[in-house]
């Protein structure tokens, strides 16, 4: 009676496994897809942090929470009075910023958040007319289609499309959509809140249009409602 597997044939069966494994486990291109993600759950994160310990509660302005920091992503930079004067087309790129003056929603240079690793950096891949892409101030790996070839962005579910950011307040819960009015938890639309209600879903794509991504081209990024955890599916 045989006990067990000979050698060879144990190494057949590793093989085997290995075989399995490549040919089932979906793929995904780890420097533009994976490290991405992680990359930008750290950057939410990090946005969620300060946001929790620099709460912009001010009694004498009614439109406090408008500065609250946020995290945006943005793609077409342009710049008309830096030099080199250059069109940035279709490249993704995101900011974290706390917009102080005049809630304009556009940051300057004052306005973004400093990188803690680099005092002398901005968390900030490039911004129009204000911190070109070139400039060593901002960060080259903050501009996803440069740096990991991402085509498209794609907000979904809880947070509403199109609608490229997040804001958090000081318990860390995360807000979608522009806030103008004074009322910070009001109704955007028949079906989105400013405060998110449901789990936010990011797409992060390396190609042209997220809604015909396969599942091998395409990362998603969820931020769950109330607490704001942000993790990757």
Same mark, same amino acid.
């Given at each position: 009676?045989?006990? !067990?597997?000979?050698?060879?044939? *144990?190494?057949?069966?590793?093989?085997?496994?290995?075989?399995?494994?490549?040919? *089932?486990?979906?793929?995904?291109?780890?420097?533009?897809?994976?490290?991405?993600?992680? &990359?930008?759950?750290?950057?939410?994160?990090?946005?969620?942090?300060?946001?929790?310990?620099?709460?912009?509660?001010?009694?004498?302005?009614? #439109?406090?929470?408008?500065?609250?920091? &946020? %995290?945006?992503?943005?793609?077409?930079?342009?710049?008309?009075? *830096?030099?080199?004067?250059?069109?940035?087309?279709?490249?993704?790129?995101?900011?974290?910023?706390?917009?102080?003056?005049?809630?304009?929603?556009?940051?300057?240079?004052?306005?973004?958040?400093?990188?803690? &690793?680099?005092?002398?950096?901005?968390?900030? !891949? !490039?911004?129009?007319?204000?911190?070109?892409?070139?400039?060593?101030?901002?960060?080259?790996?903050?501009?996803?289609?440069?740096?990991?070839?991402?085509?498209?962005?794609?907000?979904?579910?809880? =947070?509403?499309?199109?609608?490229?950011? *997040?804001?958090?307040?000081?318990?860390?819960?995360?807000?979608?959509?522009?806030?103008?009015?004074?009322?910070?938890?009001?109704?955007?639309?028949?079906?989105?809140?400013?405060?998110?209600?449901?789990? =936010?879903?990011?797409?992060?794509?390396?190609?042209?249009? =997220?809604?015909?991504?396969?599942?091998?081209?395409?990362?998603?990024?969820? %931020?769950?409602? #109330?607490?704001?955890?942000?993790?990757?599916?």
């Amino acid at each position: 009676m045989r006990r !067990g597997l000979t050698l060879i044939e *144990l190494i057949f069966v590793i093989v085997i496994i290995g075989i399995l494994s490549a040919v *089932l486990t979906p793929r995904f291109d780890r420097p533009t897809l994976t490290q991405a993600a992680h &990359q930008v759950v750290s950057h939410i994160r990090y946005t969620q942090h300060l946001a929790m310990v620099d709460n912009k509660f001010n009694s004498n302005d009614a #439109e406090w929470y408008q500065g609250r920091w &946020q %995290i945006r992503f943005k793609k077409d930079l342009v710049y008309s009075s *830096l030099p080199p004067n250059k069109t940035f087309n279709n490249v993704w790129t995101y900011y974290i910023f706390s917009d102080k003056s005049g809630y304009t929603h556009h940051p300057d240079i004052a306005e973004m958040a400093r990188n803690p &690793q680099n005092s002398n950096q901005f968390l900030s !891949g !490039g911004f129009n007319n204000i911190l070109h892409v070139e400039d060593e101030r901002s960060m080259k790996e903050m501009r996803l289609g440069d740096k990991y070839g991402i085509k498209d962005i794609k907000f979904s579910n809880g =947070c509403r499309g199109g609608i490229n950011h *997040l804001q958090f307040d000081y318990l860390g819960r995360p807000f979608n959509n522009y806030i103008t009015t004074n009322n910070p938890y009001g109704v955007t639309s028949a079906t989105h809140q400013r405060l998110i209600r449901r789990r =936010c879903e990011i797409d992060l794509c390396i190609v042209d249009d =997220c809604s015909t991504a396969l599942d091998n081209e395409k990362v998603i990024i969820a %931020i769950e409602a #109330e607490t704001g955890y942000t993790h990757i599916l």
